[in-house]
């Protein structure tokens, strides 16, 4: 394949569902250009506006108007948060400090997502919980008022992290927190502190403190890096050409990819990186290369966590061994995905095995060709398509429409960036 073009890749999911949150807690009127309008942004908005806040439909290209009533009101139905965990635990923190009573859903895969992880340090600052099938979904948040939370989180996870932190700024109570291994996503502070919350960091400890205000905002929301990472993946294995992925977020606790990518050979550069709302934004330009096996870290994990099915296709395109260590934690993502990267990797042609909680994959050069079950993960879906453009792959994938989870488009651009030569 040949590999050609300058393209854009759908706003940043983890910064969409942040932002409306926000602004739908704000009272008065916050513009959001540039927001995701796949089908985890649209379960914020649906949610939202059960909880009162007003906003304009996501859609592709317009800028989306939220207005919030600085608190939420209590919602007549049971919020269905559809395939979001990013949706759910955030929530859960923001409903902690109402004094109502709100029942969280989801789909199949987010029933059984481990919910836990969030009630018991909320229910340790004062939320009350009642679970109807134990560790998961459906789940009742009653809220109440609240008290400062020292927590040391069991896993490294922005999730976990954002839900307190949010607990804390909704709640006006102070928290901190120290995660065990690696760094996560850092968005929701740079969003607090830019709403002048006090967000500092000392001896691998995150303390909020409150006292800022939550003001409407306008903001324009980067390009996802964790879309644009499976471009980068495709573009890396053309056989020829250069892509340019532009307007894409470069925060460094999200291109923890690009850093295992350049180990391994590849040729990425980030060109023109500048600062817009308080998070890093650049063009990735990307150049085809021979790429051989590394070892991922378990610091390294957090930083590049959803990048771990697109990392492990390359793998299985290197030269040699890669090693992906202390990966247990896609056991709980949008499907059993440790599992399935696996077992899919086997069924095209590859060498690939789980050792405990590592994830050890053996390179080959066989043409990849089977069957892929990706169990209604989009990442599962998206990188396995991205295996797919080896030229002389043949790989049937059982859903490609759940892509437009986070990547709306994804089959039409990911075709875009192919030029005539194949
Ligand atoms: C996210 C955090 C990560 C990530 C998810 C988005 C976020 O989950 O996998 O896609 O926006 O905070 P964990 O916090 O469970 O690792």
Request: charged share 20%; hydrophobic share 40%; with cysteine.
């Amino acid at each position: 394949m040949k590999v050609a073009g300058s393209v854009r890749v759908p706003g940043d999911k983890s910064i969409t569902h942040r932002v409306l949150l926000l602004a739908g807690l704000a009272r008065g009127t916050s513009h959001i250009g540039g927001a995701l309008t796949s089908l985890d942004a649209q379960s914020s908005a649906r949610v939202l506006r059960q909880l009162g806040s007003e906003l304009s439909p996501l859609r592709k290209g317009t800028t989306v108007t939220v207005r919030g009533r600085g608190k939420f009101t209590a919602p007549k139905v049971t919020l269905f948060c559809g395939n979001s965990g990013t949706t759910t635990r955030l929530l859960l923190g923001l409903l902690s400090a109402h004094r109502f009573s709100a029942t969280l859903t989801g789909d199949r895969s987010l029933r059984r997502r481990p919910m836990r992880r969030v009630t018991v340090p909320l229910a340790t600052m004062g939320a009350q919980f009642t679970e109807q099938q134990g560790d998961g979904l459906p789940l009742t948040v009653r809220g109440g008022r609240l008290q400062p939370l020292r927590y040391d989180m069991p896993v490294s996870s922005a999730q976990i992290k954002s839900a307190l932190l949010l607990a804390g700024m909704a709640g006006e109570v102070g928290v901190s927190l120290r995660e065990p291994k690696g760094r996560s996503r850092d968005h929701t502070e740079r969003l607090l502190q830019a709403f002048g919350f006090g967000v500092t960091e000392r001896d691998g400890w995150i303390h909020f403190t409150p006292g800022g205000r939550l003001e409407p905002f306008d903001i324009q929301v980067p390009g996802d890096p964790s879309s644009a990472a499976f471009l980068v993946g495709a573009a890396t294995m053309a056989q020829s050409g250069e892509l340019r992925v532009s307007g894409v977020g470069v925060n460094s606790t999200r291109t923890g990819f690009l850093d295992v990518l350049g180990r391994m050979g590849a040729r990425v550069e980030i060109e023109e990186p500048a600062t817009h709302f308080g998070e890093p934004v650049g063009d990735l330009i990307v150049r085809p290369a021979a790429l051989w096996g590394t070892e991922v870290t378990a610091g390294e994990i957090p930083g590049l966590i959803d990048e771990i099915p697109l990392l492990a296709i390359l793998a299985s395109r290197a030269v040699g061994t890669t090693t992906f260590r202390q990966v247990g934690e896609l056991r709980v993502k949008e499907s059993d995905r440790l599992g399935l990267i696996a077992e899919n990797l086997r069924a095209v042609g590859a060498g690939a095995e789980v050792v405990g909680d590592d994830l050890v994959i053996e390179g080959t050069d066989r043409l990849p060709r089977g069957k892929v079950r990706t169990a209604a993960d989009h990442r599962l879906a998206m990188a396995f398509a991205v295996l797919g453009t080896v030229t002389g792959a043949r790989i049937s994938i059982d859903d490609m429409a759940c892509a437009a989870v986070s990547f709306p488009g994804f089959t039409e651009t990911l075709r875009e960036i192919r030029g005539s030569g194949r």
